[in-house]
């Protein structure tokens, strides 16, 4: 092998590629030069660099999306060696060679690594998950919030919209509509906040019916996979008393 | 009545508060931007927003945060729009609030304020260190509302490439490209808001993220707007080094009590926790004992340059200092700060609640851009405004930290109520522009993808990026010597030529990132030039322009607005005076009582 023969310590990886929608996906290893603190975003800069794959042929950069590199924006999420991860923050050391990475696969594939997620932003329209304001207008200060419910809030508000959690549940397939994990914890933060709270029923209602959260089977994968560690089964559960207590009352006085 | 239409080019804080604006007044907005909106860069933003409402009983005013904003910005800031910011902080915060932002909340379920550099007060509202995700969370959930309700069309994943100008020059629209399918279109539009944010990536690592490389801002120069102040760049003191990215360990660690130290010995390799208090050196407390570690950005990074540089005192001997925040509580950290610390806990893999952080300045905001005016964020152009990072009007020479979240949303706020007006104005709306105007614009486009596409060159732009990255941050940062800038423009003039030479490794008409990265690449040398001619010229220093050679301001000579304009396809630098009418200028020293 050629790359024994270099004293450089070298960086395998095998990406899945495909050109476009409706193509056929390939594999195409890499091997590049291995540097300090690479994260997998820098390897695909080298390629983007040098698109060369390792026995020599040319090849095109990777498509991918990425924007902030510190794990905040959501774009970057991919499968890295089978698990569902943003790219930025996975570190080249800590990874198995070859390295695998794949696009998402619960998400319809644009080209190569870069994915398709515009089902969890409509998602978020269905589940009306916004505080309905009156206006931008002068409207003086908003409700008092205690340190308890910001406390609770705050790690639900930091969710990027990665989709991990729908990569990792078995319940989202191609013959399910099921809106996945992030988006019933936005439900439980919308009715937990004192505005939010008078429209609670409107985001309850969004979530029955088919795609909503009877489809959850429990399996409990999101929360391992969220990147942001929101409590995500915690959500599903609480939504999930709520969106009962809502139906019974609906069928007692309906 | 003629209904007039609305493009707003950028969707982070800026672009979303300007489409909630235009929206309400029940005009329809098409709403452009390369990324999901929610993934804009204002996701970036960590320590807070600003806004003196006063809630010690410090007795903190409006007008004190306006004359700190004026101050920390070295007096280059036109004054009467920066004083309408501050004065309309506290109600953007009651905004923020009734949107459902989370901001850490008092016992009495009141926001509370930290500290932040540049002022004596607490002044900051803050929800844990990711104020700006949860900001831009709140404004995307109001757009993603006016979109449900058909008032706000989104084209994510679009780029923009140029305005369409009639022949009397007023903007009649949008050129585009669809990064999928890369069809290059023009929308037509009465006013355009662009809200296109800062130029990290001309810096090559910036703690900006990827979509922020003034490509829309150098496009527009190049068709004739104006642009100002290109030369006032900030440099944050604290960042963790990184060959992808300079991430952003925010001011607020110091707002909270964050300590910068270096030990005294040079080249001390022993473990920060074992050297003793009597052998560290607090050197921002003890040259700036009023402020302490809260100087502001220009001068902290000025400082840490001096210990690494001068004193040879960097850790190690290598280009770091420590940011200490260990003395502080856990819980208190977990609390206030978890956003950043885990950033660091991630990327670094040491707990900074245990060891002390390893920083060093890294290039963070444009002060500088489109050039505005002092009433409207009206540009030079009719029918385009601008607001947001993308424009120069609010931080002057240096910006201070928890004033851009402010300075984004007031500016969008404004531009999009006076766009409206602007287009209900108009006596002929686009509808009657004539089509050729927009074809040509679309051929004069879609020319240069071909040409891209076809050429055979030689040259990988990833690697002129590279280099121009490179210059930009050796000579064009923090300390500049007019022998080096004008090495650096020599150097860009030839990255330009050798950019004529490029080779697209991807000549896909589908997705091509190669492409659109190439156009970009284009428009960042451009306004690498702007920025480093206006340093050429500045001859003083003033804020975050600091020129050894020339080490006051000489406000005789300087006090002025850089005005680039782009005249026979060179850059032209003109000056005019700044508004000085409601604070007189005075010396700016930190390091004594003002």
Redesign the interface.
């Known amino acids: 092998m050629s790359d024994k023969k270099s004293d450089k310590k070298k960086v395998i990886l095998r990406i899945k590629r495909q050109a476009g929608p409706s193509d056929s996906a390939h594999w195409e290893e890499f091997s590049l030069d291995w540097r300090p603190s690479m994260n997998v975003i820098i390897a695909l800069r080298d390629i983007a660099e040098n698109p060369v794959t390792r026995d020599g042929k040319k090849t095109t950069p990777l498509s991918y999306d990425s924007n902030c590199l510190e794990e905040i924006c959501g774009s970057c999420a991919m499968l890295i060696n089978g698990k569902a991860r943003m790219a930025c923050s996975a570190l080249i050391d800590d990874l198995e060679q070859p390295i695998r990475i794949e696009p998402l696969s619960k998400f319809p594939v644009v080209r190569d690594l870069a994915v398709d997620r515009q089902f969890m932003f409509e998602s978020l329209k269905r589940v009306k998950a916004w505080i309905p304001i009156d206006g931008t207008y002068d409207l003086g200060e908003g409700p008092r919030v205690s340190p308890e419910i910001q406390e609770k809030g705050y790690p639900l508000s930091n969710c990027i919209t990665c989709g991990s959690c729908l990569e990792v549940c078995p319940q989202v397939n191609e013959h399910s509509k099921f809106v996945g994990a992030a988006i019933i914890s936005q439900v439980r933060l919308f009715n937990m906040h004192p505005t939010g709270a008078m429209h609670a029923n409107e985001r309850l209602e969004a979530l029955m019916g088919p795609g909503g959260i009877a489809d959850c089977a429990n399996a409990q994968n999101c929360v391992e996979a969220c990147p942001k560690g929101i409590p995500l089964t915690e959500s599903i559960a609480q939504v999930n008393r709520e969106a009962w207590k809502h139906a019974l009352l609906g069928w007692l006085w309906g | 009545m003629r209904q007039p239409k609305i493009i707003i080019v950028g969707g982070g804080l800026a672009g979303l508060m300007a489409s909630?604006?235009v929206a309400?007044a029940g005009v329809p907005v098409d709403l452009f931007s390369i990324?999901?909106v929610?993934?804009?860069?204002s996701?970036?933003a960590q320590g807070g927003i600003n806004a003196a409402k006063n809630q010690k009983g410090e007795g903190d005013t409006t007008d004190k945060h306006f004359d700190d904003s004026i101050y920390g910005g070295d007096f280059l800031a036109n004054q009467p729009l920066v004083k309408r910011m501050c004065e309309a902080a506290p109600?953007i915060i009651?905004?923020l609030?009734?949107?459902?932002v989370?901001?850490?909340?008092?016992?009495?379920?009141?926001l509370d304020y930290r500290r932040f550099g540049g002022t004596l007060y607490h002044r900051t509202a803050f929800?844990?260190a990711?104020t700006g995700?949860?900001l831009l969370?709140?404004l995307d959930?109001?757009v993603?509302?006016h979109?449900?309700e058909g008032r706000v069309r989104k084209y994510e994943g679009w780029t923009f490439l140029s305005a369409v100008l009639d022949d009397s020059g007023v903007c009649r629209g949008i050129c585009a490209m669809d990064l999928?399918s890369m069809e290059v279109r023009t929308f037509a539009a009465d006013a355009v808001i662009f809200c296109t944010g800062g130029n990290g990536a001309i810096f090559g690592r910036s703690t900006n993220?990827?979509?922020c490389t003034g490509s829309a801002q150098s496009a527009l120069f190049q068709q004739g707007v104006d642009y100002a102040n290109g030369e006032f760049i900030q440099v944050h003191p604290t960042a963790i080094p990184?060959?992808?990215?300079l991430?952003?360990m925010s001011e607020s660690a110091r707002g909270e009590g964050g300590r910068v130290w270096v030990p005294k010995k040079p080249g001390d390799t022993r473990a920060a926790k074992s050297i003793p208090e009597s052998e560290r050196f607090y050197f921002l407390e003890q040259w700036y004992p009023k402020y302490g570690n809260l100087v502001p950005r220009d001068i902290a990074t000025r400082a840490i340059h001096k210990i690494v540089f001068q004193e040879k005192l960097g850790l190690a001997g290598q280009q770091a200092v420590y940011l200490d925040l260990t003395h502080i509580p856990r819980e208190t950290l977990d609390?206030k700060l978890e956003?950043i610390l885990e950033?660091y806990e991630?990327?670094i893999?040491v707990d900074p609640r245990v060891e002390p952080m390893k920083v060093f300045p890294g290039m963070h905001y444009t002060m500088g851009g489109i050039w505005v005016d002092n009433e409207n964020q009206a540009t030079s152009v009719p029918g385009i405004y601008a607001a947001g990072e993308c424009e120069y009007q609010y931080h002057g020479a240096n910006r201070l930290g928890a004033n851009s979240l402010v300075s984004c949303i007031f500016g969008g706020?404004i531009a999009g109520p006076a766009a409206v007006k602007y287009a209900k104005n108009l006596e002929k709306g686009s509808e009657s522009t004539d089509a050729s105007v927009f074809e040509r614009e679309k051929k004069r486009q879609q020319a240069m993808n071909d040409a891209l596409i076809k050429q055979d060159g030689s040259e990988?732009p990833?690697?002129i990026w590279?280099e121009l990255g490179d210059l930009m941050t050796e000579h064009v940062t923090v300390t500049r010597y007019n022998k080096n800038l004008e090495i650096a423009d020599r150097k860009i003039q030839d990255l330009i030529a050798r950019f004529k030479k490029v080779n697209l490794?991807?000549r896909?008409q589908?997705?091509?990132?190669?492409l659109n990265f190439t156009r970009e690449l284009g428009n960042m040398l451009v306004l690498a030039r702007v920025i480093t001619l206006g340093a050429l010229a500045r001859n003083e220093s003033r804020g975050a322009h600091y020129k050894p050679d020339f080490p006051e301001r000489d406000d005789a000579n300087w006090l002025k607005t850089t005005r680039a304009k782009w005249v026979n396809n060179d850059i032209q630098l003109t000056y005019e005076p700044v508004d000085t009418s409601l604070i007189k200028p005075r010396p700016r020293r930190y390091d004594a009582a003002s």
Not at chain 2, 38 to 41: A, I, L, N
Not at chain 2, 97 to 100: A, L, P, T
Not at chain 2, 510 to 514: C, G, R
């Open positions: 909630i604006r309400e990324v999901p929610k993934r804009s860069h996701v970036c109600g009651d905004l609030d009734r949107m459902g989370m901001f850490n909340r008092t016992p009495e379920g009141l929800a844990g990711t995700q949860q969370y709140a959930e109001q993603r509302r979109e449900s999928r993220s990827v979509v990184g060959e992808d990215k991430r952003l609390r956003g950033i991630k990327f893999g706020g990988n990833v690697t590279r490794s991807d896909t589908w997705s091509n990132q190669t």
